[in-house]
Antibody, heavy 123, light 113 residues
């Protein structure tokens, strides 16, 4: 089982940027993609994109293209999600999650989640 | 994008009674190559991340009680809790992983009547 530990809560002003980290542990992490999902207060879940830790390739949902950057630090086994030009409606809990892999195939549902990072955007 | 519509938005069920949640997808999530439905279900309790309950529409995740059952195919799916327990009070979400972007339903809140 993969364990994911995220960085702490952040408070930012509109127009600023925020970087959330997600540290992965557990030998079964190899081969998984690392996904980011957000949840606005009292709202549902919204998939933002994934990063392939092996290659650094990313697939970012169209809504977030141009404002979200996803990176991976191999030495730290840590993923980062940076959100730029923050607006008040970016206030949300941001989760990292891994997908499900069996053999050499992976499928994009999420058995493992980080604890979540609350990002508050307020002037 | 595939739109996921859950019903009802909220459900009040007596302890020990059955709870049934519906999830409809705007297009089929059944794969013709492997005959699998790319549909999962999650439970989320306040202040916690979602927890995977069911994948491939009907396969229970390890450790999930057998009172949780997923069913359906194509565009119509159901999550059934056969005998509601107090610890099942939560919001339940369906998710499709057939076509990117992966999308979730709006959630169904289950409370005790």
């Amino acid at each position: 089982q993969v364990q994911l530990v995220q960085s702490g809560a952040e408070v930012k002003k509109p127009g600023a940027s925020v970087r959330v980290s997600c540290k992965a542990s557990g030998h079964t992490f190899t081969g998984h993609y690392l996904h980011w999902v957000r949840q606005a207060p009292g709202q549902g879940l919204e998939w933002m994109g994934w990063i392939n830790p092996n290659s650094g390739a990313t697939n970012i949902a169209q809504k977030f293209q141009g404002s979200v950057t996803m990176t991976w630090d191999t030495s730290l086994r840590t993923a980062y999600m940076e959100l730029n030009r923050l607006k008040s409606d970016d206030t949300a809990v941001y989760y990292c999650a891994t997908d499900y892999c069996s053999g050499d195939r992976c499928h994009y549902f999420f058995p493992s989640w980080g604890q979540g990072t609350l990002v508050t955007v307020s002037s | 994008d595939i739109v996921m519509t859950q019903s009802p938005d909220s459900l009040a069920v007596s302890l020990g009674e059955r709870a049934t949640i519906s999830c409809k997808t705007s297009q089929s999530v059944l794969s013709s190559s492997n005959n699998k439905n790319y549909l999962s279900w999650y439970q989320q309790k306040p202040g916690q991340p979602p927890q995977l309950l069911v994948y491939w529409a009907s396969t229970r995740e390890s450790g999930v009680p057998d009172r949780f059952r997923g069913s359906g195919s194509g565009t119509d799916f159901t999550l059934t809790i056969s005998s509601l327990q107090a610890e099942d009070v939560a919001v339940y979400y369906c998710q499709q992983y057939s076509t990117t972007p992966w999308t979730f339903g709006q959630g169904t809140k289950v409370v005790v009547k």
